[in-house]
């Protein structure tokens, strides 16, 4: 839809979901990873959960069209409160169908869990195009959010086992209720560490200025999500029945983050190396300044892969509590380097960003390791060769200079290709953990 909108009319609903999209995070209050985490899940406690989240699903409901104002007046934009209203609609729908989500995950079902997934991006996309052509507005971007929701729910109640009984008093929930808040309370943290530059931008530089970045993020961090979401559905609950055995789950571990380093270091280099030629071609002209924070944003987006797979590792172990302390700690620093950067300017708050993900990501490995069998060394190791590697080929493609935009990129993107290859094939071991896991990953989806 970039092509057919422009920043400024992305940028005013990432205004909106900024805040709408910390409350989706905050929706079922940590109980999702609770049905993943626990050993044993009666139905009755299934169903405690179940109307648990559609509860929070319509207070939350209420409490966006309750600040709907408020959050116009703080932008200082009229166009808000009604975007705020219609997209608290999805808190409404997600209430209801989260636990049939999580069940389905829990069981393993990864198969029919990414035909919802990639059923609701096609729809809402494709209607989502069909608003923009027809009307050039921003509710294009609304209508297709609230239409991703509505997919997702019909799909995963559809395909799901359970229905729920009634609420029963007499199932004991204050233990899931611990574990939930310690995560909920992550999630609040985490969040906000990564997305109050959103709020900043916003206020600060504009819609116009916040489209772009919000764009070049999402862009470069989509495709890092997609493979980071999948390993960590399956690893969860894998890891989670394995508690009894913390030195398997620690092994188990160490090959998942392993495994995926390379592959997002991989990921991102390509991105990065083509988004020159691919942004402009793609999303047009307008967009432009896309490509350079590309590349100020590479860093962070090949840390985060790995190092956003540390809570695995804690909440497969039932250490809840330091998991929240480890988010704590890490948002302080993310959220001082985004407002120190927002204040500076956009390309700024990019390197900044960067900068501050290099920084905590080691601390963060020590801390997340300690008490467990994991070899912190070790593990640093394994994360932070293949970003060098892949640094350093992102440099020389960028040193290609042809005379022609498009040669240059077709070189680099062989060039980049080839070198990550070749240290694939050289680490033998790291080469058959991506098998292994892709492996796995197909066993399970059949």
């Not at 209050?29 to 109307?51: I, M, P």
């Not at 233990?175 to 997305?195: K, P």
């Not at 480890?326 to 620093?333: K, L, R, S, Y």
Request: aromatic share 10%; net charge positive; proline share 3%.
């Amino acid at each position: 839809m970039a092509i057919l909108l422009s920043p400024d009319q992305f940028g005013v609903v990432y205004m909106v979901t900024a805040f709408t999209n910390f409350a989706f995070v905050f929706s079922d209050f940590g109980l999702s990873t609770v049905t993943l985490q626990k050993a044993d899940l009666s139905h009755r406690e299934s169903s405690n959960l179940f109307w648990l989240n559609t509860l929070s699903g319509l207070i939350l409901f209420l409490l966006g069209v309750a600040l709907a104002n408020p959050i116009g007046m703080l932008y200082g934009d009229e166009r808000i409160p009604s975007i705020v209203i219609c997209s608290s609609l999805i808190f409404l729908i997600n209430g209801v169908y989260i636990q049939h989500s999580a069940l389905i995950r829990r069981d393993m079902r990864f198969k029919q869990f990414v035909v919802v997934e990639i059923t609701a991006l096609f729809v809402s996309t494709m209607l989502g195009i069909i608003v923009a052509f027809l009307t050039g507005s921003y509710w294009s971007i609304v209508i297709a959010m609230i239409a991703r929701s509505v997919t997702q729910a019909t799909g995963f109640i559809s395909l799901s086992k359970f229905r729920p009984t009634a609420y029963s008093s007499t199932v004991r929930v204050r233990e899931m209720l611990t574990l939930g808040a310690d995560v909920a309370l992550f999630d609040m943290i985490n969040y906000w560490s990564r997305n109050i530059d959103n709020v900043v931008v916003g206020k600060f530089l504009g819609p116009d200025s916040l489209g772009l970045y919000k764009k070049a993020y999402d862009l470069l961090l989509l495709p890092v999500t997609q493979v980071r979401a999948p390993l960590a559905s399956v690893a969860l609950p894998h890891m989670s029945k394995m508690q009894q055995d913390p030195q398997n789950v620690s092994l188990v571990y160490s090959r998942l983050i392993s495994s995926l380093s390379l592959v997002t270091t991989t990921i991102v280099v390509l991105a990065v190396v083509a988004c020159e030629y691919l942004v402009p071609l793609v999303l047009g002209e307008e967009w432009v300044e896309v490509s350079t924070l590309f590349k100020y944003l590479a860093p962070a987006a090949m840390v985060q892969g790995p190092i956003g797979t540390l809570g695995l590792l804690l909440l497969s172990l039932n250490q809840s509590r330091k998991y929240l302390k480890w988010g704590a700690a890490h948002a302080a620093v993310m959220i001082v380097a985004i407002i120190s950067g927002s204040l500076m300017g956009m390309m700024e708050l990019a390197m900044i960003y960067s900068a501050a993900n290099i920084l905590v990501s080691v601390p963060s490995i020590f801390y997340c390791t300690r008490g467990t069998f994991v070899n912190p060394v070790a593990l640093t190791k394994k994360i932070y060769e293949p970003i060098i590697v892949g640094a350093g080929v992102m440099f020389v493609s960028f040193a290609v200079d042809t005379g022609s935009l498009f040669r240059d990129t077709l070189i680099g993107l062989v060039l980049s290709g080839l070198v990550m290859i070749c240290y694939f094939i050289i680490n033998n071991e790291k080469f058959s953990l991506i098998g292994d896991v892709s492996k796995k990953l197909l066993a399970k989806v059949r």
